[in-house]
């Protein structure tokens, strides 16, 4: 019994990204010195040739979110859908970088949940007793 615990608690420890595409389009410079900034052990970063390429990239699954700078300000590009922690942790990369650049930022979802189920609870509730049966299993 003692694994269950264990089992709720697991992911918050080893929690955050792990080698996740973030996909980048700018210029050269600012892709560099984003990469530089970035841990490489969570962020795996992919250039992409504009914001139209990076968002269909997010779409298709290709990267996990991104990033795109220009003149007119920063757009960040999620997949809620993919992953609220994923989505959370791009769109904060996001308005830090526009922050920073003083660039207006606007953000794309281009990957909800489902109207019916806006934040995803239905397939969370879904996989409960996978998580359940699992520990049962391997603590006996």
Do not use: C, Y
């Amino acid at each position: 019994m003692s694994a269950m615990p264990a089992a709720f608690a697991l992911p918050s420890v080893n929690g955050g990204p792990h080698h996740m595409k973030l996909g980048i389009a700018a210029p050269d410079p600012a892709v560099d010195a984003l990469s530089a900034e970035l841990d490489p052990g969570q962020w795996e970063i992919v250039r992409f040739a504009g914001a139209d390429v990076l968002s269909a990239a997010v779409e298709k699954r290709e990267a996990a979110g991104g990033l795109a700078l220009g003149p007119g300000g920063a757009e960040v590009f999620t997949a809620s859908a993919g992953g609220a922690g994923a989505a959370s942790a791009i769109t904060a990369i996001g308005t830090t970088v526009a922050q920073q650049q003083q660039l207006p930022v606007q953000t794309h979802d281009v990957v909800p949940f489902p109207e019916d189920d806006p934040r995803g609870a239905g397939l969370t509730a879904a996989a409960l007793p996978m998580v359940v049966a699992e520990t049962a299993d391997s603590s006996a």
